[in-house]
T-cell receptor
Framework: DGGITQSPKYLFRKEGQNVTLSCEQN?????MYWYRQDPGQGLRLIYY???????QKGDIAEGYSVSREKKESFPLTVTSAQKNPTAFYLC?????????????FGEGSRLTVL | QKEVEQDPGPLSVPEGAIVSLNCTYS??????FMWYRQYSRKGPELLMY????GNKEDGRFTAQVDKSSKYISLFIRDSQPSDSATYLC?????????????FGGGTRVLVKP
């Protein structure tokens, strides 16, 4: 079945450590996104990529980094520079750039900083 | 002030009742309006999608957009316990870089048997 796989589902990190969240899709979608979700704040865009080897900052990119070496994969690294990294992270895709609105989401990764 | 406002709830209704959800927004450039449903510890899934003003119906769900008032609504008829979830409104326009969506904070809905 086609879909978006995020791993790990739950992750604990000590302060000062970098962690990488995986996002893999087999939908053959061009654009991929990373959103962060905090209680009561809705989803906020971290980074997005519309084609391989290209990505753009979203609204809250500070303290995060990404890469897009393959169409299927868009990993997110939460660096030690991110001051408040505890959150629910969601990866999403859209079939083609310009197709408005219909994002497909993975099941999310919950990161907790101890 | 947030660009999209949504009452966080929780909204508790008995099974079979009509659930009424809404969002207000400030950016008059928004043209595309969506409702996503999110179950606990899961990713959101698209429920309804509307372009510009008007109504759209899909089964038990009706979405309404009033651009003049900057107000959108979602109605769920004959609500079921399986409708218990958080409902997120989202919106965008053609000029949004990267098809960025702007989300409301979500309303938690609980349908009691």
């Amino acid at each position: 079945d086609g879909g978006i796989t995020q791993s790990p589902k739950y992750l604990f990190r000590k302060e000062g450590q970098n962690v990488t969240l995986s996002c893999e899709q087999n939908l053959n979608h061009d654009a991929m996104y990373w959103y962060r979700q905090d209680p009561g704040q809705g989803l906020r865009l971290i980074y997005y990529s519309q084609i391989v080897n290209d990505f753009q900052k979203g609204d809250i990119a500070e303290g995060y980094s990404v890469s897009r070496e393959k169409k299927e994969s868009f990993p997110l690294t939460v660096t030690s520079a991110q001051k408040n990294p505890t959150a629910f992270y969601l990866c999403a895709t859209i079939r083609v750039p310009g197709a408005t609105g219909e994002l497909f989401f993975g099941e999310g990764s919950r990161l907790t900083v101890l | 002030q947030k660009e999209v406002e949504q009452d966080p709830g929780p909204l508790s209704v008995p099974e079979g009742a009509i659930v009424s959800l809404n969002c207000t927004y400030s950016n008059s450039a928004f043209q595309y309006f969506m409702w996503y449903r999110q179950y606990s510890r899961k990713g959101p899934e698209l429920l309804m999608y509307t372009y510009s003003s008007g109504n759209k119906e899909d089964g038990r769900f009706t979405a309404q957009v009033d651009k003049s008032s900057k107000y959108i609504s979602l109605f769920i008829r004959d609500s079921q316990p399986s409708d218990s979830a958080t409902y997120l409104c989202a919106m965008t326009n053609l000029k949004a870089a990267g098809n960025k969506l702007t989300f409301g904070g979500g309303t938690r809905v609980l349908v009691k048997p």
